[in-house]
């Protein structure tokens, strides 16, 4: 294991937030998880100190970390494996800490298909069942055939399926137990050997159809929703390489349907979606938006002028800084709609 001692990790998180930790674990091999399994299970205590970070394109510090980051990082081997294929089927697997959408990208290359509307999105292998992410219509859950954890407190190694997973809208079992339970230590991919476009999202299949069709020649389908989804997003969320930011900073809420009746009858625009049930899910953007927080600052970190959603460094802002803010945002959600917004985001 390479082991490091008050380390910044301002390179570590997407928002930039100059936070220190005052130890990290680098994971890059089975070898490498095998000797951290051990060490946690002789040390016990230490357990609770922890805290998985990959890409850091989720997660906001609110100021220096005093326990252990495990730190899944780029594999040794390169992290990505064929495990079989058929006329319809391709299982692949992928360790915790290869990039995300350079895996997107490597299946694409390979014909393996289903993760392109999942293209663009931040961070590592090992955080897509985590946080189940999700974009344009698509899920981790709906192409995750199964993930291997270390069970830190049994010291044990073992894999979940699926439905073991308990994947829920941007939740997981992972996020039940949190990292004092189980480690992600790879992820087996159930893909497809055919290509089928997944347009599911209005705003996509709107991109999607205005495609030239002499772009259309010189790229495979494939390639060309990755890119599709990829302008899309960019047209909506900064690039964190310039602006740093978390991507969405808050959970879109489920709310009942007597709920979203009574706010579509006092805004009769509300953007929302049903959600089965009689139940609404309500665009927290929108919401945000409303209340006049859409590319407002507060001190040195602000909300997205393209997306109230988003928010943003403008300088060299602090955790705190970023949690003053959402919290002024939840409150005043609150107030106008009566509906509590919660972040998507960890606050560490």
């Not at 829920?168 to 137990?177: A, D, I």
């Not at 990292?179 to 050997?193: A, G, W």
């Amino acid at each position: 294991m390479n082991v490091l001692h008050d380390i910044s990790l301002k390179q570590y998180n997407t928002f930039g937030i100059d936070s220190v930790a005052k130890h990290m674990v680098a994971l890059r091999c089975s070898t490498d998880y095998d000797d951290f399994a051990d060490y946690i299970s002789q040390n016990m205590q230490m357990l609770d100190t922890l805290f998985v970070l990959g890409g850091g394109s989720n997660v906001v510090f609110s100021g220096d970390y005093n326990g252990i980051i495990v730190h899944p990082a780029d594999p040794i081997d390169g992290g990505i494996k064929l495990l079989s294929r058929d006329e319809d089927i391709c299982m692949v697997e992928a360790r915790a800490g290869v990039v995300w959408d350079d895996f997107v990208s490597f299946c694409i290359r390979n014909g393996w298909h289903g993760l392109e509307n999942l293209a663009g999105i931040p961070g590592t292998v090992g955080a897509s069942p985590v946080q189940n992410i999700g974009a344009y219509g698509k899920e981790a859950k709906d192409v995750i055939d199964r993930v291997h954890v270390y069970d830190l407190q049994q010291n044990s190694q073992c894999w979940l399926e699926n439905k073991e997973c308990h994947f829920g809208y941007r939740h997981s079992v992972f996020k039940e137990f949190g990292v004092t339970r189980y480690l992600v230590d790879r992820v087996v991919f159930r893909l497809t050997s055919h290509f089928v476009p997944d347009l599911s999202y209005k705003g996509l299949e709107e991109a999607w159809n205005s495609i030239d069709e002499h772009e259309r020649e010189f790229v495979d389908d494939a390639t060309l929703m990755a890119m599709t989804v990829r302008k899309v997003r960019k047209s909506k969320l900064p690039d964190t390489a310039v602006i740093g930011s978390a991507g969405s900073f808050f959970k879109n809420p489920v709310v009942d349907g007597e709920i979203y009746r009574r706010i579509k009858e006092r805004y009769p625009n509300v953007v929302a979606f049903p959600a089965g049930d009689d139940k609404y899910k309500i665009s927290a953007g929108w919401m945000i938006e409303q209340c006049g927080w859409k590319g407002r600052n507060m001190g040195e970190v602000g909300v997205y002028e393209k997306q109230a959603l988003v928010l943003v460094n403008r300088g060299n802002c602090k955790g705190h800084d970023v949690v003053a803010l959402s919290e002024a945002i939840i409150n005043d959600v609150n107030t106008s709609f009566g509906i509590k917004l919660y972040p998507e985001v960890i606050i560490i």
